[in-house]
Nanobody, 122 residues
């Protein structure tokens, strides 16, 4: 069974940091694109960041550039999202996703995790 399991969410004050992780299992993901998305209450899911696991390229939404960093530990099939200088507008459920192409940036994925809650207070 293919699984993506997120962890690391929590409650943090504005300006603080969190690191999210996404542990992938059930298949080899080395040729995949991994992505992070978030969904705030009453809003649609939006793209946050993605990476080409095999090529090492990274992509970021304008709203998080300079504050968030995506990375991976290929041996552990785990992708991370380091979130610094958090703002209240970063609040939402963060989801990990995987796709066999860059289509993951547009929200089209083959696999999705269940999400982890991130709450940033004022």
């Amino acid at each position: 069974q293919v699984q993506l399991v997120e962890a690391g969410g929590g409650w943090v004050q504005a300006g603080g940091s969190l690191r999210l992780s996404c542990a992938a299992s059930g298949r080899t993901f080395s040729s995949y694109f991994m992505g992070w998305f978030r969904q705030a209450p009453g809003k649609e899911r939006e793209f946050v960041s993605a990476m080409n696991w095999s090529g090492g390229r990274t992509y970021y939404a304008d709203s998080v550039k300079g504050r968030f960093t995506i990375s991976s530990d290929n041996a552990k099939n785990t992708v991370y999202l380091q979130m610094n200088s958090l703002k209240p507008e970063d609040t939402g459920v963060y989801y990990c996703a995987a796709a066999d192409s860059i289509k993951v940036v547009a929200g089209t994925a083959d696999y999705w995790g269940q999400g982890t809650q991130v709450t940033v207070s004022s």
